[in-house]
C-alpha cells in the first residue's frame, strides 16, 4: 500500500504531545533521508536527496509491506514527486523512485507506480481521491470529492530525467523519451545541476 508524507505528516501533528511535536516531524524527515540515501547510494548523490526532501512542496510516497499501518522501515520502494498546477494540465515531476537491494525485482516499484498513477486519474475511492485535495481546499468531504472528481478531467503529465538504464522500465508504463535537454524542464533543474557530458533521457506520460 502506498503511504504520502503529507498524510503522515499530518498524522504526527494531530496526535503527538505539543513537546515532542517538533522532534517527531524531524526524525520523519531524517528516516526519509537516511531511507533513500541507502537505497539510492549507488546511483543518486546525498546533495540531490537533501534537496529534494527538504523542500517542502515535495510529497514522498512510501510502498509499504503493511496494508494498514505506516511503518518506515517496512517500505521497500520510494518516491518523491512535485505538483505543479499550470493553466493546461497539472504536471508531476518524479524527482526520485528507489528500491532496497534486498527487495530489487519483486515489483514493488511497479506497484507504487502503478497505485500513484492511478491515484493521478482518480481512479481511488472517495475518500482516497478526498485525501489529495484535502490540504488546499477545507472543505467537507463530500465536496472535497467533488472537487477532485472535477480535478480528475483537467490533462494531467507525470515528468522525470531517467537513468539509461530504466528507460525502458518506463517505457513499458507508455512513457515517451522527449529528446528534450534537462533544461527544457526548470523545476528538475531547481535541483539537479545540468551537466554537458551527460545524457539525459527525459520521459513524459499523459495519464
Known amino acids: 500500500m502506498n503511504f504520502y508524507s503529507k498524510d503522515i505528516m499530518n498524522e504526527i501533528i494531530d496526535t503527538a504531545p505539543l513537546e515532542t511535536l517538533i522532534e517527531e516531524l524531524d526524525d520523519f524527515k531524517a528516516h526519509t533521508k537516511y531511507l533513500c540515501k541507502k537505497y539510492a547510494m549507488a546511483f543518486i548523490c546525498f546533495h540531490y536527496?537533501?534537496?529534494?526532501?527538504?523542500?517542502?512542496?515535495?510529497?514522498?510516497?512510501?510502498?509499504?509491506?503493511?496494508?494498514?499501518?505506516f511503518n518506515i522501515m517496512n517500505c521497500p520502494s520510494i518516491m518523491s514527486y512535485r505538483k505543479i498546477a499550470k493553466p493546461s494540465c497539472d504536471e508531476?515531476?518524479?524527482?526520485?523512485?528507489?528500491?532496497s537491494r534486498k527487495y530489487k525485482g519483486q515489483g514493488y516499484a511497479s506497484q507504487l507506480l502503478n497505485d500513484f498513477i492511478d491515484r493521478i486519474r482518480g481512479l481511488e475511492s472517495p475518500k482516497d481521491s478526498a485525501t489529495e485535495v484535502v490540504y488546499e481546499i477545507?472543505?467537507?468531504?463530500?465536496q472535497n470529492f467533488v472537487v477532485q472528481r472535477?480535478?480528475?478531467?483537467?490533462?494531467?503529465?507525470?515528468?522525470?530525467?531517467?537513468v539509461?538504464?530504466?528507460?525502458?522500465?518506463?517505457?513499458?508504463?507508455?512513457f515517451r523519451w522527449t529528446k528534450k535537454p534537462l533544461s527544457d524542464y526548470p523545476v528538475l533543474m531547481r535541483y539537479e545541476k545540468w551537466d554537458k557530458e551527460?545524457?539525459?533521457?527525459?520521459?513524459?506520460?499523459?495519464?
Open 49 to 69: 536527496i537533501d534537496a529534494v526532501i527538504n523542500d517542502e512542496r515535495v510529497i514522498t510516497v512510501f510502498r509499504c509491506l503493511d496494508q494498514d499501518r
Open 92 to 99: 508531476y515531476y518524479i524527482l526520485l523512485i528507489c528500491t
Open 138 to 142: 477545507p472543505t467537507s468531504v463530500d
Open 150 to 162: 472535477m480535478d480528475a478531467k483537467r490533462p494531467k503529465k507525470i515528468i522525470l530525467s531517467s
Open 164 to 174: 539509461e538504464t530504466a528507460v525502458t522500465f518506463y517505457e513499458e508504463y507508455g
Open 198 to 207: 551527460k545524457e539525459y533521457f527525459m520521459m513524459e506520460l499523459d495519464v
